[in-house]
Structures are given as C-alpha cells and as structure tokens.
C-alpha cells in the first residue's frame, strides 16, 4: 500500500541498536518517497559510535543527504521541538532497551529522549520501533508502560531469534508506513505481538507431523 505523508513533519530518532541501521535507513528512503518533511535526530552513542555495521560520521551523512537538513545531535537543539510544535509525529527507529526504559521512567538525558519529552506535551503521537535483547526480560514492564501511556504506538514487534536469543524482540520494519498511517489517526496498528517465527514454526511441526504421522 503506497502511503503520502506530504507536508507532515516527522522526526525518526537513531538509537544504538546498530545491527538494525541498515534496515532502518532504507525505510527512512521510503518514508522521503512519501513526501514527508523529514528531521532526524540522533542520540549520544549513535551519533558519536561506530560498530562492525558501519562508522558514525557515515550514518550521520546518511542522514543528513535523506533527509535534506543536518541531524539533531544535542540536547539543546532536540528541546525547542516541543516549544516550536516542530513535528506532526515522533518515531524512535531503532529503540533500544536502553533508551525504553529510560523513557518509561520519565528520563530525558540524550537528544532523543528530550525530543521524546518536548514532542509529547504536544499531545502528538511517538511511535516505538522497538530492538532490544531484553524484551522479554527487565524491559518487558516498560514495554506494558508504554503501551499504557497516551499517545503512544509500538510498530508490530515479535521474537526474532526465540532459540538462542529467547528474551530479545524486534520490531517488523516493513510495517513502519502502516503504524504511522494509523497512529497519525490516533489509533494503535494491530496486531502489536507478530512474531516472524510463526509460519517457520508451524513449518517444522507440520512437517515433524508427517514424520510422526505419515499418510
């Protein structure tokens, strides 16, 4: 479903789950397809971190050339999007465990997070993309938190590695467009639990059935 965000103001705020970048900055392409008038604002480890996944100087160009203006990198200049009402809708791409936490807890110490803060006194949606190891572990209360907490939405998210990495959840990036779509309305995507091990599960079991069961 082709989606038109033309003329709505979106900030994406870059946490530091870096395995995810390479996903999440295509997705920012298609969301600049879309018409969209684009801020992106990076948090103080992705902005000043690199990784095996990529150095931080080049995501931060990344941004900048998609979007058209300069990343957000400091507190102070993530502060006035509250103020000036710079965003029709905030989403946090990716989210890590770090940084839920903290927001469910009323923490504002990195650009993101006070991007988060000032946008929501503006009774604006902020959108989840959740990736974090511990999804299922310490973070799961905040996850219930902020599902709890007006005006904001959680992009569909599921175990992406249930065997070796059971506790760790990942958001469905391809479902981005159609959770802002919605959240832009006010109202949460659903499903919120999707799992992409699913149909790979029931895979096996059909076939451990055939085994166990032959016709």
């Given amino acids: 479903m082709a989606h038109n965000f033309k003329d709505k103001n979106i900030g994406v705020g870059i946490t530091g789950s870096y395995c995810t970048y390479k996903k ?11 018409q969209a008038n684009l801020f992106t604002i990076f948090s103080d480890n992705a902005s000043s971190t690199g990784s095996r996944f990529g150095k931080c100087k080049d995501f931060l160009k990344l941004a900048e050339e998609i979007s058209g203006k300069p990343p957000i990198t400091t507190i102070p200049d993530a502060e006035p999007i509250g103020p000036k009402s710079m965003l029709d809708l905030l989403i ?9 936490s903290k927001l469910a807890n009323g923490i504002s110490d990195t650009p993101v ?3 988060a803060k ?3 006194r503006n009774n604006r949606p ?5 990736s974090t190891n511990d999804a299922l572990g310490m973070n799961l209360k905040n996850i219930g938190i902020l599902l ?8 569909p998210f599921g175990q992406d590695n249930y065997l070796s990495k059971p506790n760790s959840m990942i958001a469905h990036v391809d479902l981005i ?8 309305g ?11 091990h699913v149909t790979i599960l029931w895979f096996f079991i059909s076939i451990l059935t055939n085994i166990i069961y032959p016709n």
């Fill in 24 to 34: 999440v900055f295509e997705e920012l392409r298609r969301l600049a397809d879309t």
């Fill in 92 to 100: 946090i791409a990716p989210c890590t465990g770090n940084t839920l």
């Fill in 113 to 115: 997070l006070m991007a």
């Fill in 118 to 120: 000032a946008h929501l």
């Fill in 126 to 130: 902020l959108v989840i993309f959740l």
């Fill in 148 to 155: 709890n907490t007006k005006n904001i939405f959680f992009v």
């Fill in 177 to 184: 467009e159609d959770t802002i779509e919605k959240a832009l």
């Fill in 186 to 196: 006010g109202r949460q995507i659903q499903p919120v639990i999707k799992s992409p």
